[in-house]
Every structure is written in C-alpha cells, then in structure tokens.
C-alpha cells in the first residue's frame, strides 16, 4: 500500500458503514486521519466504528432527509469541531427495469438519495470549508453516468448529474482552497450488488476491457488521494475507474 498523507484530517463520509465509503475510511485511517461515518443503518455503523477503532466515529443520519444531515452536521462538530474531507458515497440502484415500467416512487427515491442527499451535504459543509479556505469534497458517481445503463434510467441519471453538480461546484469553489472532484467506477462488487438482477451484474462485466469488477479498495485508493493537501490543481474533475470501459 502506498502511503498517502492525511495525518491530522479529519473526514466525513457518507454511506461510510459499508462498501466503497467503509472501504474509504478504512484507508483514510491507514494514511493518518480521523474519520466519521454518517449512515443510516444504525446496526452497521455500530459494527463499522468497532472494527475501525477509536479514531472512527459514526453518526446516523438519513441523507435524503435536509433536517436529517443539519443534525448530524451539529453532532459532528460537537465532537470534531472541523471538516477537511467531505465524501458522498452514500447510494441506492434502484430496480433494474425499462423506464416506461420504472416505478414513479422508486424513481423518486433514487433521485433523493443519490442526487439531492450529495446537495444537502455539500449545502452544509461548504459553508465551514469556505471559512477555513481548505476542503476537499469528492463524490462518488459512476461509469453509468457517463454512459447510461439501460434497465437503470434513474441511477443512471442520479449519477450523471452527479458529474454536473460536481463540475459547477468545483468552478464556484474554485478560487478558494476548497477543492471538489467525483470519480466514475463502473461496477465494483460491494453489497449493492445484491439489489441487482444477476443478469445486470454479468451485463456490466462483459462492458469492461480488464475483464473482472473494481475492488472496493482500488476506490478508496482514488478517493483518498482526491482527499490529500496534494490534490491541489484539480476540480471539478472526473477520475475514471472503470477497468478501460470508459476513457474520457
């Protein structure tokens, strides 16, 4: 493992209890950082801060819920008074159907947890990270993004504007030492796999060149380095990470 230095950070990341956003903090925590995990599933963030150690802490918050995240905003810093780091891995797929079958509720859903949940986050840190002119905020998109799935119109969309929403901002933020970047995995096998059709699962490895699924660990390598005081000349940026699948 390369040694990146975040030694004296402090990092929140969303989603934080499982997958690509445990993963995340796990190697934060091996490059010298504190780190919050803010999840919904009480259960699993409980088990995530046990096996992370003290200098991981969790707060449970509902990230498509506004009063939901400016609560867990004012937990936050009552424990840790300053943010460095902002990760938004927090999200859901969806079913896998043809839009014009796409239930109207989950479509709703998609929208509020991967697109508007990533704005109330960015909405209340950005503010603190503005006033101590540092931060870095990296969002989690996906190659679905850039491309579009079929069977996933929703995701897919949710994830595009992702990209956008990360390209605006980086450009607002761009002449203060706040810097804002997202990075595009295609699929990486993490328990969201199991809200996919096994058939939508073998779709998307036949799309990939290197033949095999991203580890959750080659993410957060990418996210953590994103995450650094040396990524200093980059925003509003798109890193790929999609095993030659896609290359712009």
């Not at 004296?8 to 780190?35: E, F, K, P």
């Not at 950005?126 to 998109?141: C, F, K, S």
Request: proline share 4%; net charge neutral; glycine share 8%.
């Amino acid at each position: 493992m390369n040694q990146l230095d975040m030694a004296g950070r402090h990092g929140v990341i969303t989603g934080g209890a499982t997958g690509l956003g445990y993963a995340t903090a796990q190697r934060m925590l091996a490059s010298g950082a504190r780190v919050t995990l803010w999840d919904r599933d009480r259960d699993a963030l409980t088990r995530a801060t046990r096996e992370l150690g003290a200098k991981a802490l969790g707060v449970t918050v509902n990230v498509a819920d506004h009063s939901s995240v400016a609560d867990a905003l004012r937990l936050t810093l009552a424990q840790t008074p300053a943010i460095d780091v902002l990760v938004n891995s927090a999200g859901i797929t969806g079913p896998n159907v043809r839009l014009w079958d796409y239930p109207a509720d989950d479509w709703l859903e998609v929208m509020q947890v991967n697109l508007n949940g990533l704005f109330y986050c960015c909405r209340e840190v950005v503010p603190l990270m503005r006033a101590r002119n540092y931060g870095r905020i990296v969002n989690i998109a996906s190659v679905a993004g850039k491309e579009g799935n079929p069977n996933a119109s929703a995701y897919s969309a949710s994830k595009a504007a992702v990209i956008a929403l990360t390209k605006s901002l980086g450009k607002e933020l761009a002449d203060t030492g706040v810097r804002v970047n997202c990075v595009t995995p295609a699929a990486v096998k993490t328990a969201i796999f199991d809200q996919m059709k096994p058939e939508f699962i073998q779709f998307m490895l036949s799309k990939i060149p290197m033949g095999r699924f991203g580890t959750p660990e080659e993410v957060a390598a990418m996210v953590t380095w994103l995450s650094t005081e040396d990524c200093s000349f980059s925003t509003g940026a798109v890193f790929d990470l999609s095993g030659g699948r896609s290359t712009y």
